[in-house]
């Protein structure tokens, strides 16, 4: 007997931007790529993810690099964080505040604009004029249903390759219209659906469904 699971969680995507700008420009390229603007790192995942794929530059360069937390200045790398002086709260471009074990670079935050992420790891905020790297990124949130797939499919709005389910999902993320992927794990394809182009779930042992959440119904 086929065990089905439906998994609820978060899937995220980080990229990173190898010219030199300030913070204000680093985030507006980012959003001018489809992704939500700097990146956040408000989980140890996305952290050390985010510290995986920079640390070949961040080895490399004393500048750092944007990242989506905004606030002091020195080196390091923009990320999505802010501080916003009407409520004198540092945040992350979610509204989440930072955890407490988050690893900051001195004692006392400062309350400046943007946050950097520095060459050795830690996190500080600052003003955001000088020229530096950023690292874009965005989130999508749903659920995955393993071992199955949509039926009553009316109709698909893309099929492409993808070497596995989280480029499927990662691809389902980047299309304001797909609310499921299916992933085939024997072709390594990826099928994106849009809204009502399925009425349910099948079984399917090489199928792993991505359902991202809907518009919240407000009548």
């Known amino acids: 007997m086929m065990m089905l699971a439906i998994v609820t969680g978060k899937s995220f995507n980080f990229h990173v ?3 030199l700008q300030n913070a204000t420009e680093g985030e507006q390229l980012c959003r001018e790529m489809s992704y939500d603007g700097l990146a956040i790192l408000s989980s ?3 952290y050390n993810y985010a510290l995986t ?3 070949t530059l961040r080895a490399s360069t004393t500048r750092g690099m944007y990242i989506g937390l905004k606030a002091s200045t020195t080196r390091g790398m923009y990320i999505g964080l802010k501080y916003s002086p ?3 709260v540092t945040h992350w471009e979610d509204g989440t505040l930072p955890a407490a074990d988050t690893p900051w670079k001195d004692a006392t935050v400062a309350q400046e604009e943007f946050g950097l992420l520095f060459s050795a ?3 500080r905020m600052t003003k955001g004029r000088y020229h530096r790297y950023a690292l874009c990124g965005y989130q999508v949130q749903g ?3 393993v071992g199955q797939q949509p039926t009553g499919v009316s109709s698909s709005l893309s099929v492409a390759t993808a070497p596995s389910y989280m480029a499927c999902v990662l691809l389902c993320g980047r299309d304001n219209q797909c609310r499921a992927a299916e992933f085939n794990s024997d ?3 990826c099928i994106l659906l849009g809204p009502g182009s399925y009425s349910g779930l099948t079984t399917f ?3 792993t469904t991505f359902l991202r959440g809907g518009f919240q119904d407000v009548s």
């Open 17 to 19: 931007i190898e010219t």
């Open 44 to 46: 140890p995942e996305m």
């Open 53 to 55: 794929i920079t640390h």
């Open 86 to 88: 009407e409520t004198a």
């Open 121 to 123: 790891g830690l996190l």
């Open 143 to 145: 659920s995955t249903a």
């Open 187 to 189: 072709l390594l394809t």
């Open 205 to 207: 042992p090489s199928g």
